[in-house]
């Protein structure tokens, strides 16, 4: 089993910039190494969405069209941490976001929220205009 707690969600003025982090739990045979990560958003009212894959080592990633070139993801697996720098804020930002863990990455693709097999509970960004 693998447990996903975010963090650092927060409230913060258009253009400015904030950092997720999403800390796994993992059971005896579990390794934090052996997963994709990603991060998904889900706005008021909305369905959910992607927003940023990273595969096992760190080594690729991808993005959705509407961050790509102001979100950045990385991971430390020693730490089992992944995070979201996200730069360049704008109120169509505002989400609550999730991470989620999964077996599979897809290079140049976006992936299906299905495919992964744990999820955080999420946490709140909310961007000032």
């Known amino acids: 089993q693998v447990q996903l707690v975010e963090s650092g969600g927060g409230l913060v003025q258009a253009g400015g910039s904030l950092t997720l982090s999403c800390t796994a739990s993992t059971a005896s045979g579990y390794n934090f190494d052996a997963y994709a990560m990603a991060w998904f958003r889900q706005a008021p009212g909305k369905e959910r969405e992607f927003v940023a894959t990273i595969i096992w080592n760190g080594k690729e990633t991808f993005y959705a069209g509407s961050v790509q070139g102001r979100f950045a993801v990385f991971r430390n697996n020693i730490g089992k941490t992944v995070y979201l720098q996200m730069n360049s804020l704008t109120p169509e930002d505002t989400a609550v976001y999730y991470c989620?863990?999964?077996?599979?990455?897809?290079?140049?693709?976006?992936?299906?929220?299905?495919?992964?097999?744990?999820w955080g509970q999420g946490t709140q960004v909310t961007v000032s205009s």
């Open positions: 989620a863990a999964g077996h599979i990455f897809l290079p140049n693709r976006e992936p299906n929220a299905d495919s992964f097999l744990y």
